[in-house]
């Protein structure tokens, strides 16, 4: 069974304008982390944000918060006031402490954003 | 900061070559990782390794094995390279805190294409 969806293959978004990105997950595991990473064209991957499974609040860092609803097993992304160089491949991910230290995480497929002015 | 270097950006080879894709990481991270990005797909775990001379498999490690014989250094090896190989792969490392916060920091990718 797949353990992270991103069910949008692509958006698309003005200027200035909000967006959220879509993730769904699948565990059995209590404990977890869920990350959000950035991929422009570079082909970097760059860290955004992260939720633990127990964390109360959602997180935040700058223009990008975390959506946490953990009872639908969401982890949406949202973007505030868009700009033109947030266009790039946006993937969500996770990892469960169960399977112990050092384990990988577990990708979505991404959701390509692009930001036109 | 972390960085983790991979030694090419672009590679073309020819099937049935024998491939080795380097990462060197210099923050002194007990984990390492190659992934395997392709349209469509997302990132798929091809192996990893908590420490020197240790791996595990990954989602798909078929027609691929790995070294670490140094803690900085990660090879992901193709032994006999196939065109269903062609892709980008990326390398990773992490601390192995053991928490589940613990993220990775990633290299630039190498674009394999396979002929």
């Known amino acids: 069974a797949q353990k992270i969806t991103q069910t949008q293959p692509g958006m698309f978004v003005q200027e200035k304008e909000a967006v959220t990105l879509d993730c769904t997950y699948d565990?059995?595991?209590?404990?977890?982390?869920l990350f959000w990473y950035k991929q422009p064209s570079s082909g970097e991957m760059i860290f955004l944000i992260y939720?633990?499974?127990?964390?109360?609040q959602n997180a935040t860092e700058g223009r990008y918060s975390l959506n946490f609803q953990k009872a639908r097993k969401s982890a949406n992304l949202v973007i505030s006031a868009s700009q033109l160089g947030d266009s790039a491949m946006y993937f969500c991910a996770m990892r469960e402490a169960l399977r112990g230290a050092g384990t990988a995480l577990i990708f979505g497929k991404g959701t390509t954003l692009s930001v036109s002015s | 900061d972390v960085k983790v270097t991979q030694s090419s950006r672009y590679l073309v080879k020819r099937t049935g070559e024998k491939v080795f894709l380097e990462c060197v990481q210099d923050?002194?991270?007990?984990?390492m990782f190659w992934y395997r990005q392709d349209p469509g797909l997302g990132l798929r775990l091809i192996y990893f390794?908590?420490?020197?001379?240790?791996?595990e498999k990954g989602d798909i490690p078929e027609g691929y094995s790995v070294s670490r014989e140094k803690k900085e250094r990660f090879s992901l090896i193709l032994e006999s390279a196939s065109t269903n190989q062609t892709s980008m792969y990326l390398c990773?490392?992490?601390?192995?805190?053991?928490?589940?916060?613990?993220?990775?920091?990633f290299g630039s990718g190498t674009q394999l294409s396979v002929l």
């Open positions: 923050m002194d991270h007990e984990n």
């Open positions: 390794s908590y420490d020197v001379k240790m791996k």
């Open positions: 565990t059995s595991d209590p404990s977890y982390g």
């Open positions: 939720q633990g499974s127990y964390d109360q």
């Open positions: 990773a490392s992490s601390f192995r805190s053991g928490v589940t916060n613990e993220k990775l920091f």
